[in-house]
């Protein structure tokens, strides 16, 4: 589906958007896994977080949905029950490579299938030290799903010394962790989000340059209520439009400030973007405030290496925000954003080269600085939700004509895009 981008001239007024979709997949999962009913208020109701759902409902689950909660029936410990046929993670990285440091120790065998994008996507990142714990799995040779999860004699608990920042890799490592009496450690340089440790109470130990997550046995999730706040990646695309035009004031309630998370904020703020923390607390274990946003100006500054972690999912939006601002942008040091939904430098570049908007792109990164030169342009999606949505926003801020292809991949995160900005949009009267 081709969605053809209107001008916004402002945006004004108030939404609750979405809950968090990193925490609503574990919320789900660690639901599935304890031993009793739980719900799960104002998850987010998309692609991804349903297809956790469906992997769950094959394992064995009960699942009542509504638009806003979930009630599980958790399975407990050794509950799952082996299920009929391969487990299909749609686009979701986050459902696979969690989910298989649970299945590696269950005692059944499973393939987690996906779509196209997923299964072009490394597995053998949580394959690998799942190996070490003594797990039994095969990818095909590429690497990719298809990935078979076999039963397995016993686990062992290990020290995983993670080389790539990834939080889906410690959570793998983490899950399998929690079905042993010892005590499975992951050793993380780089501070990445940290939803898996919280939810489920990890011991977390904080040195110079690194920290170790420590799960066993004693902390497998028990039955309980979740409150997912409002999700800040999807606010992000809110935020820019917002900063980026005139006489705007917009309202962002209860979002999630996790200070694994927040980065995007900062780096806007720093930038000279107005946006103010109001009502800060906390709910369910995670501080969450409202975002009141201000139509600001803005000007680049260096990103360091340090919080790309932390921002890896903003990137796209980020990276628009950056091209309406004064001076170049540079974007550096984020190599795994060849690794997501799409290989998110070529898909930004490739549609910058057909904006005529001047680049620069490097294997771990881009620049880019100048204008939108070229009209009525054909965004090339990717299939990806995170590029759709981030190019919709530029068309939102400069018109020109801008047409985005392949929009309905913004279900995978937000379904009701459009609609959300419907409700605070003022447009153009041609
Ligand atoms: C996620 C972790 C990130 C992020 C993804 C969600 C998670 O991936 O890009 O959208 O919920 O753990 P990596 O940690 O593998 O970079």
Redesign the pocket.
Known sequence: MIEKIEKINSVNGELTLPGD??IS?RAVMFSAMANGKSTVKNYLNSEDVNSTIDCFRKLGCNIVQTETDLTIDGKGFGGFTEPISNLDAGNS??TT??ISGILAAQNFDTTIIGDVSLSKRPMKRVADPLLQMGARIETNDAGTLPMTIFTSEELKAIEYDMQI?????K?AVLLAGLHMDEETVVVEHSR??N?TETLLGLKVEEFEGYRKIYSSKKNYPKPKEYIVPSDISTSAFFIVLALNLEDSELLLKDVLLNETRNGIIKILQQMGGKIKIENARESSGEKIGDLRIFSSKLRNIEISKAII?NI??EIPILSIAGLFAEGKYAIRNAK?LRF?ESDRIDAMCSNFRKLGVEYTEYDDGFTIDGNVINENILIESFDDHRIAMAFTILGMIVGKGISVNNFESVAVSNPEFIKQVNVISVKKIT
């Open positions: 979709k990193s997949h990285g986050t490579r969690l920042a990834s939080a889906q890799i959570g990445t989000r939803h972690p890896i999912d795994e997501k």
